[in-house]
């Protein structure tokens, strides 16, 4: 890397690349170097030396292939009731130890409210095959949680994290159209197929970022390429493969001791039984939300069922977005009869891990019989 080279996400070069490379490489492409290139109007090498500069500088905090890991594997949000003076080593505990619990965020309210008690928030998966329940009692009786809830999703309206392109994104701005649902289903793979997921999915380092991208994970597969590319393709068409991206460090400063943003806020909406694929997809339409699910958040949420996320560097503009959702809503009456905010704090993002075996290696790591966790 030559010392010259900007690793600031604010670089006009560094934006224009990032713009592209965070979420809008959807599925498998033979050559995502050379798709965020064209995209992008910049040659393929100064793409290449600049995600690599960014992933060395911590600008980007790992890239790679990503999946919809909902369709292989069961998985829910996770509310856990954990007393204050255990909230740290539970969150340590879920984020260090545990490979099946991907997103770990404290969140906090403005005002005490309905599940405000609620205060550590996972993402959990748990492969096919095994009990996502019993995988959660685990953890509860581990860091000593008094209860949690198990929201899976029902339905996908958004999905994609681009900081930079929201960056400056107007208060409102939506698609012209409703947003499509993707229903999650479970979806079985053979154990060829799950060779060449795993291949896909890992992420890369530096001096793997090169325009033969694939050529390295066909041969870990212990595949040709032409064959590499067969199944990944057909995993494509079954939509179980999410997009190529480069994730950008956006908890915490950046080497250049940068933010890309500040504030992170779950957005909650009751609205009533049988409109929430209507109310998902016309809250999903707007362009502020890197999630958007239909999720059922029980009495201890006040029957909240649409979830969605949005980041900001100011809290007053994310408010402000979540209003703007709230008007358009009122504009097509549909009304929702609970609405609150969940602000993110402290936390920590890592992969799920999916793959069956590795579940059942985990068991044995941990002292538990495999066989005892299967649902």
Known sequence: MHLDISTSHTDAVNARILAVSEDRIAGFVRDPMGEIAQRCELPVETVIERIRAMLRGGTIRRVRQTLMATDLAPGALVAWEVDADKLDAAFEMMFQRDPFSGHVVVRSTDTPSSGSQYRLWTTLKVPHGFSMAK?????????????????????????????????????????DAPAEMHTVRQVKLSELEWRVLTALKREFEPEEIVEAIWDARAREADLPLPTFYEIAESLNQRAVI??????????????????????????????????????????????????????????????????????????????????????????????????????????????????PAAYADWCRATGIDPESMRG
């Open 135 to 175: 995988h959660a009692d685990f953890l509860c009786d581990h860091v000593g949680a008094r209860s949690y809830r198990l929201m899976p999703a029902k339905g996908i309206f958004a999905l994609g994290v681009g900081h930079t392109r929201r960056s400056s994104m107007e208060l409102g701005a939506k698609a």
């Open 242 to 355: 999410g997009r190529f991206s480069t994730f950008l460090e956006h908890v915490k400063p950046t080497a250049t001791g940068e933010r890309v943003t500040r504030f992170n806020a779950l957005f909650h909406w009751a609205v009533p039984k049988g409109r929430e694929l209507e109310a998902g997809r016309e809250i999903g339409r707007h362009h502020i939300l890197t999630h958007c699910y239909w999720r059922e958040g029980g009495p201890e949420f006040k029957d909240v069922n649409i979830m969605a996320v949005a980041h900001g560097t100011d809290r007053d503009r994310v408010r402000a977005h979540k209003a703007a959702i709230d008007a358009h809503l009122n504009e097509i009456a549909m009304p929702f009869s609970y609405t609150n905010v969940f602000w993110g704090g402290r936390s920590e993002i890592k992969p799920s891990e999916i793959a």
